[in-house]
């Protein structure tokens, strides 16, 4: 009773040599080991979770791996964001090494962006490198990290400041493991997605203003559209640009802003897409404030935020530490910052440097908030 | 009374977008500043060296980088390969961060391999890689691990398990920097020299020959014809494979038994070169128990590889030891080992596994050395 693999839909990143494919649809899983199969000629795989997930998801991608052949082992690490380390690296090298992988086995990311983030530098840089596979088990990991070959640990003094541009072999992202997701992780996926809209796709953003409740409810043919869209757009932005020299910084739009806001916040009070959210917002106020945006538009992409439950402002922090934070940035070229800014829906553009004083005025408005 | 800047040879690297040029030149380095402002835009650079190095370098380098303009951070790293490891990695990363360099800057190896590997490695990493720069000090590093673009750091069980596939902007190589080189170093290097003419170049291992004397008094135009040599040979092997899939897999002759007794011995022992001597000579030993080469061929290869006073047998170690070393080799593929023999001179070709009474047969006779 071997079922013969579906994906609902598949999305190719076209970069020549280093193309793949993501596959995207509901309960997937079971079938994974099918897919590696067609990318991995060696006789072992590591995989990377954390306990979260690999209490929910561990043995049905096992299972699925051992079927089509593959001897498994499994790298856990503790969840979250301080786990993305150069230590939890570390630890994962050894694991690689003590179970003998060699350069034709493969790395497996099961989970979110962080353990995506982690695994990826892992299979990255281990023996120079070595095939890796994203499973992305959470909204902002299937719209977001798990595409685009970005792969990073932490700096105690700033986020990915370790890492690579390495593209996995394959993405396959499984939108069941969403209805497993906390509701606030959710949300901060739907500010990935909101992002796309305003940087790209105008139809898109007119969807996710109509079809809010139906994404809010899960609904299957909407998740499945809002991953497709999202995967479909970065993969045109990273087929132009893979190594971030020129367009593919407005896939930053929001994070500049954004990562500051973590840094100060100690990467504790917001998860990543509520920094975004608020980045967003932030830089829109800065475009209206340059007059490169209709106050009109600002509001809707407010609106927009708002519909989705994200936050649009910070806690009170001080002007001036947002504004160094930003100066360490890895967008800062030359010791200049460059910030993305809309001009209309579907339409960014970048713009080096931002008066103080502009900065100033937005920032005192954006971080009141008492969240 | 600025110089106009020169360099005797220019050999170049064609990898299409990340060709890169090799400059090869006796007391070239005060000009070295004029070079790098041909390839890197931002306004800092750290420099990446040893005590030693940067004792007898590191001001004729800082000083023409600060004279083309640059501002110039030093990293200092011990002496040894014991610190080309994370550990170190990290401090550099740190000094990276701690001076802001961004991905406009760069990352500067003054030193040995170790130092560049290490170097290369952060420079990869570094904000998922930044522009870095080769400029090697001892023979090895300018015959061989500055060009390729293979960087890396240690693994506690393994050499060079950590690492990428990074290319130069440039390499700056100065043999004026070999003449404060101890002479155990200058034949260490040697073993590479003399490899490149088995691997690929019949007229150059003849040259070696014929040339010994000349080389081992340092002649210049000797010096600079070996270095150009060798970069020529290795430039147009990594051109053909830069990842090594496939026949770059030819320049680790003599490596998979060197890394071994490397290991083996706490990379106390024996310097590289002289672990990489005693691997070439063990697979010419097993080439012609294959009857792949001819035994005269054999005895030609030993025989210049004691003309320039490398060892050709190891101390007393265990064979079965030694056979399960090379199982963690990188080259393994899918738990076979493969093998670079010789056919003739100029010629090798890969054998994937030997058998197992063959490999005791020769390791025997080989580990059976008193030094």
Redesign the interface.
């Known amino acids: 009773m071997t079922r013969s693999p579906v994906s609902e839909k598949t999305v190719t990143v076209d970069l020549g040599e280093k193309s793949y494919p993501i596959y995207i649809g509901k309960n997937i899983l079971p079938e994974f080991g099918v897919y590696v199969k067609r990318k991995v000629?060696?006789?072992k795989v590591l995989v990377v979770t954390n306990p979260t997930v690999n209490n929910l998801y561990g043995k049905v991608v096992a299972d699925s791996l051992q079927r089509s052949g593959y001897e498994v082992s499994i790298g856990e690490v503790p969840d979250g964001e301080s786990y993305k380390s150069?230590d939890s690296a570390?630890l994962l090298?050894?694991i690689a090494?003590e179970n003998?992988l060699?350069?034709?086995c493969a790395i497996i990311a099961l989970g979110g962006g962080v353990i995506g983030d982690l695994a990826g530098?892992v299979a990255?840089?281990?023996?120079?490198?070595i095939p890796f596979i994203q499973v992305p088990t959470t909204l902002l990991a299937q719209v977001d990290s798990s595409v685009g070959g970005?792969v990073?640990v932490n700096?105690p003094?700033?986020k990915?400041?370790?890492?690579?541009?390495y593209q996995p072999k394959m993405v396959f992202a499984d939108t069941g493991t969403l209805s497993t997701l906390a509701q606030r992780e959710v949300r901060g996926g739907m500010a990935e997605v909101i992002k796309y809209g305003i940087i790209w796709d105008p139809a898109f953003f007119n969807y996710l203003e109509e079809s809010h409740t139906l994404i809010k409810e899960m609904d299957t043919g909407a998740l499945i559209h809002i991953v497709e869209t999202s995967c479909s757009i970065k993969a045109r932005v990273v087929e132009q640009d893979e190594?971030?020299q020129g367009i593919r910084a407005i896939l930053n739009y929001g994070h500049t802003f954004g990562h500051a806001l973590e840094a100060l916040t100690g990467y504790k009070r917001y998860i990543h897409g509520e920094a975004v959210a608020i980045g967003m917002v932030t830089a829109a106020d800065a475009a209206v404030k340059l007059e490169m945006l209709d106050s009109a538009v600002r509001e809707r992409i407010e609106k927009v935020i708002n519909l989705y439950e994200l936050p649009v402002k910070s806690k009170k922090l001080s002007v001036d530490d947002v504004i160094e934070s930003m100066?360490?940035d890895?967008k800062?070229?030359?010791?200049r910052v460059r910030y993305v800014l809309p001009e209309e829906i579907g339409q960014v553009n970048i713009v080096t440097d931002i008066s103080y004083d502009i900065l100033t005025e937005i920032l005192t408005e954006r971080l009141t908030g008492n969240d």
Do not use: Q
């Open positions: 000629t060696g006789p150069l570390r090298y050894d090494f003998n060699d350069r034709s530098f990255a840089t281990y023996m120079r490198g970005k990073a700096h003094k700033g990915n400041i370790i890492g690579a541009f190594t971030e100066g360490h890895k800062v070229k030359a010791g």
